[in-house]
């Protein structure tokens, strides 16, 4: 059986689009790819808005913790990923060989109205990843 790949996502907070994107590797992709999600200027906590539409998919990502990109620096990974421009342009370099790729979705975090309007941008943008990322990074392997 071949080895499982290492993704890291990255995007700014660490807070919502990466702990998204990191979930749902870890559940479509289990064997394949193992990812992990780093931020380059991480919030202190994982947006509750990204953990309750996780949650509508069987999916609990309530115990994850924002975290520094430069924590991961030094581990090997197959495949960097950047979720937001804002992380594609503050992307630290990798020692070593290791492939990159931009897959840009808007911030969830950043929508407005009553907490329903705000919950469906959440679920169209946990539902862009899953249909936008999890192919292109199969497309990857």
């Known amino acids: 059986m ?9 995007c700014t907070g660490n807070s919502c689009r990466s702990q998204m994107a990191e979930a749902w590797v870890n559940r ?8 992990r999600s780093a931020g380059t200027a991480p919030a202190p906590v994982v947006h509750p808005l990204a953990v309750a ?18 924590a991961r620096l030094g581990e090997h990974w197959d495949l960097v990923v950047t ?4 992380a594609k342009e503050a992307c630290p370099v990798f020692p070593g060989p290791v492939r ?4 840009g979705f808007e911030d969830p975090a950043e929508a407005v109205g009553s907490e329903e ?10 539902d862009e990843i899953r249909s936008r990322l999890i192919p292109q990074i199969l497309e990857a392997q």
């Not at 499982?4 to 990255?10: G, H, Q, T």
């Not at 539409?53 to 430069?70: C, H, N, T």
């Not at 979720?83 to 804002?86: A, E, G, H, I």
């Open 2 to 10: 071949p080895k499982c790949r290492r993704v890291l996502i990255l």
């Open 100 to 103: 990159r790729m931009h897959v």
């Open 117 to 126: 309007e705000r919950l469906a941008v959440f679920r169209r943008v946990r």
């Open 83 to 86: 979720v937001c421009d804002s």
């Open 53 to 70: 539409v996780m949650a509508e998919e069987g999916i609990d990502i309530s115990g994850a913790r924002p975290e520094l990109v430069d």
């Open 28 to 35: 479509l992709l289990a064997g394949r790819w193992e990812a």
